[in-house]
């Protein structure tokens, strides 16, 4: 049993993440089904004028009753009215405003905002048409004054006499340098044709000096070497979109010092970070370990499905058996 349980559930770190991610969807899932089920109140369509009218009644009832401190906004019978540029927050709640809206409104009346007519309150974000034919007969915006209108111009009118001064152009210090005081940009110094570097041992700073090579494709190369353990051929130049044929006048390549990979000791995060070793491939390493310890050589590897005689063959010369 214990056997079967090795062989046939076993799951890599990464699988394990997965499945735990999973979960946590599910269970979000199904959680959010049963709230919106049992806990969400019912959303009212088609509601009528006078029924709206009702239902404001009542919510502000149940507002005074639960906040006696509150100012009361009921006169006899009759919904007291409220006008949107001047009412306070607590006054906007007890009308059935969100705090978020009440929050939206006031920064729109701090920029200077204003409401000229109640269809303008249609404008304010969250405001549903249920809640506005509600509010409709109780909005009270009196009408704007005339000093109101006119505001004060931000700049002197055209008939004044008084005139702006500003400094001469001559009197305000320059904040560049005189022109023969500046660095001039200098060019990338390149190698002389018949140059030859070690592919698997230049940096960056030698690469630029290569006609046709920037710090963009520089930095590509050093990253996929890095990457791979070293370059054992030039071809391999094509696997990053250069031309070997163009480059392999300036390059001389070393094999003997190639970075291998500890296949019996890496984790499947490591195995995968090399451009040869794909998921199924590290996880048949992961896998064969788990079961008998460790991977004798490369031979045990031909006979497994995930790797083909070309795959195998490309990748076989950066393994280590240890």
């Not at 088609?46 to 100012?71: F, I, W, Y």
């Not at 930095?219 to 031309?243: F, P, S």
């Not at 998921?279 to 590897?301: C, D, G, N, W």
Request: proline share 7%; hydrophobic share 35%.
């Amino acid at each position: 049993m214990k056997r079967f349980i090795q062989e046939y559930l076993f799951f890599t770190p990464f699988e394990r993440r997965g499945i735990a991610v999973l979960a946590l969807l599910l269970f979000i899932t199904f959680g959010v089904g049963y709230w919106r089920k049992h806990y969400r109140q019912p959303q009212v369509e088609g509601m009528t004028d006078s029924v709206a009218h009702e239902v404001l009644k009542s919510l502000l009832e149940h507002e005074r009753n639960d906040h006696p401190r509150r100012q009361r906004l009921a006169i006899g019978d009759h919904l007291a009215s409220f006008n949107p540029n001047e009412a306070d927050s607590a006054t906007l709640a007890a009308y059935g405003f969100k705090p978020w809206m009440i929050r939206n409104l006031m920064k729109y009346r701090a920029k200077g905002g204003r409401f000229k007519k109640p269809n303008d309150l249609r404008r304010l974000y969250g405001m549903t048409d249920t809640l506005y034919t509600a509010l409709e007969p109780y909005i009270a915006i009196p009408p704007q004054r005339e000093e109101e209108k006119t505001r004060p111009s931000l700049t002197a009118s055209k008939g004044s006499s008084e005139k702006r001064t500003y400094p001469q152009r001559d009197s305000v210090p320059s904040v560049y340098l005189p022109a023969e005081d500046t660095i001039k940009w200098v060019r990338q110094e390149k190698y002389p044709e018949g140059t030859r570097i070690e592919l698997n041992l230049c940096d960056t700073t030698a690469l630029k000096k290569i006609p046709g090579i920037g710090s963009y494709t520089a930095r590509r190369i050093v990253e996929y070497r890095a990457r791979l353990g070293g370059y054992r051929q030039l071809r391999q130049l094509r696997e990053i979109r250069l031309n070997d044929e163009v480059l392999s006048p300036w390059f001389t390549l070393d094999t003997t010092a190639l970075s291998k990979l500890p296949v019996n000791s890496l984790p499947m995060k490591q195995l995968m970070a090399h451009p040869y070793l794909n998921f199924r491939q590290a996880k048949a390493i992961l896998t064969y370990r788990q079961r008998h310890k460790r991977i004798p050589s490369i031979e045990v590897m031909a006979q497994w499905e995930e790797f083909t005689p070309n795959e195998l063959q490309r990748v076989a010369p950066y393994l280590l058996f240890d």
